[in-house]
């Protein structure tokens, strides 16, 4: 069984930073990628950012330039920093990660809320 623990959402200023992190715990023999979605009231879940194995990213166009995704392998922990964040950017953000078990399996955080408001 993998568990992901996110941290580090909250209440920020409209071009104001945060930083999300992502811990994934268990016996994870292999992590394929690791990704940021997000969901906000009334949308559908959306893709924020991925990385993959020798640290290669793809970011949602929204984001480009302002969201920097990295990753902490020894750790297990992807991190998610985020500059000049919109209101419209108000969302329920999660981890996600694609990793090898006894198989490949992908897995879910719980969600941590992001406010951008003034």
């Known amino acids: 069984q993998v568990q992901l623990v996110e941290s580090g959402g909250g209440l920020v200023q409209p071009g104001g930073s945060l930083r999300l992190s992502c811990v994934a715990s268990?016996?994870?023999?292999?992590?394929?990628?690791m990704a940021w979605y997000r969901q906000a009231p009334g949308k559908q879940r959306e893709l924020v950012a991925n990385i993959r194995s020798g640290d290669n990213t793809n970011y949602a166009d929204s984001v480009k330039g302002r969201f920097t995704i990295s990753r902490d392998n020894a750790k297990k922990t992807v991190y998610l920093q985020m500059n000049s964040l919109k209101p419209e950017e108000t969302a329920v953000y999660y981890c996600?990660?694609?990793?090898?078990?006894?198989?490949?399996?992908?897995?879910w955080g719980q969600g941590t809320q992001v406010t951008v408001s003034s």
């Open positions: 996600n990660v694609d990793v090898i078990v006894t198989k490949r399996y992908v897995y």
């Open positions: 268990g016996n994870i023999f292999v992590i394929n990628a």
